[in-house]
C-alpha cells in the first residue's frame, strides 16, 4: 500500500471491555512495531514483529495486551479488559528489513483510544 | 537503561530566528533518529544519522551526531510558521531492538 494504515482512527470503549486495533503496514515490510502515546509524551515501545514473529514483547505494559500478526503483512493488536490508563494514541510503524538495519519506521496516523 | 533526554521541552521564538534542539542519550549508539509531529497527526522522519560526524541538511533544518559526546543537535535556521511542530529524537543500539524515544521538544514559531 501507499503508507501504514490503521484502524480504527478513534475508539470510543467503556471500561472493562476487549477492544482490537489493527494495523496494516507498507507492503513488502517486513518489521512492524506498536508504540503508544499518552498525551503530550513521547513514545513508548510496545511490540516489535519480524515476519509473524515477535522477538521483542518486552514493552507490552501487562498480560492484558497482546498483539499478533499474521502472513507477515497486517496486525492485530488486543486489550483486553480495558482501563482508563490505556486511553492514548497507539502508533504502528513499519520498516523494509528491521531494527538492525538503521532503517527509518514508518508511521501510520494511529488510533485514538478513549476508555471511560 | 537507555535513556534519552531532549531539551528544551517547550520552545517558543519569532520568525526568522535560530534556534538548536539537544538529544542527549545515556549510552553508547551511533544510530540516532529525528522526526516530527504535527498537532493531531502521525510522525514524520526527517533525519536518520548512522555516524560519529555525520551532519544532514534539508530546507532550514540541520541534524548533528556526536556520538562521543553522545548528543545530537537540530539547528533551526531563520525559522518560519511551517515547522512548527513537536520534535522527537530516538536511539536504537546493536543489543536493543527497541527505539528509546525523548519527550519531544514542543516548538511554536510566532509570525
Known amino acids: 500500500g501507499a503508507g501504514v494504515s490503521q484502524s480504527p482512527s478513534n475508539k470510543v470503549t467503556e471500561k472493562g471491555k476487549d477492544v482490537e486495533l489493527r494495523c496494516d503496514p507498507i507492503?513488502?515490510?517486513?518489521?512492524l512495531y506498536w508504540y503508544r502515546q499518552s498525551l503530550g509524551q513521547g513514545l513508548e515501545f510496545l511490540i516489535y514483529?519480524?515476519?509473524?514473529?515477535?522477538?521483542?514483547k518486552s514493552g507490552l505494559p501487562s498480560d492484558r495486551f497482546s498483539a499478533e500478526r499474521t502472513g507477515g503483512s497486517v496486525s492485530t493488536l488486543t486489550i483486553q479488559r480495558t482501563q482508563q490508563e490505556d486511553s492514548a494514541v497507539y502508533l504502528c510503524a513499519s520498516s523494509l528489513e528491521g531494527p538492525s538495519r538503521a532503517e527509518t519506521q514508518y508511521f501510520g496516523p494511529g488510533t485514538r483510544l478513549l476508555v471511560l | 537503561e537507555l535513556k534519552v533526554e531532549q531539551n528544551p521541552l517547550f520552545l517558543s521564538m519569532q520568525e526568522g530566528k535560530n534556534y538548536t534542539i539537544y538529544c542527549n542519550y545515556s549510552?553508547?549508539?551511533?544510530?540516532l533518529y529525528w522526526y516530527r509531529q504535527d498537532p493531531g497527526k502521525s510522525l514524520e522522519s526527517l533525519f536518520v544519522l548512522l555516524s560519529n560526524g555525520a551532519v544532514k541538511q534539508e530546507g532550514r533544518l540541520m541534524a548533528s551526531l556526536d556520538t562521543k559526546a553522545r548528543l545530537s543537535t537540530l539547528h533551526i535556521t531563520a525559522a518560519v510558521h511551517d515547522l512548527s511542530a513537536t520534535y522527537f529524537c530516538?536511539?536504537?543500539?546493536?543489543?536493543?531492538?527497541?527505539?528509546?524515544w525523548g519527550a519531544g521538544t514542543k516548538l511554536i514559531i510566532k509570525p
Open positions: 507492503s513488502g515490510h517486513t518489521a
Open positions: 549510552t553508547t549508539s551511533d544510530r
Open positions: 514483529f519480524q515476519g509473524n514473529s515477535a522477538p521483542d
Open positions: 530516538a536511539v536504537d543500539t546493536d543489543s536493543n531492538y527497541q527505539l528509546i
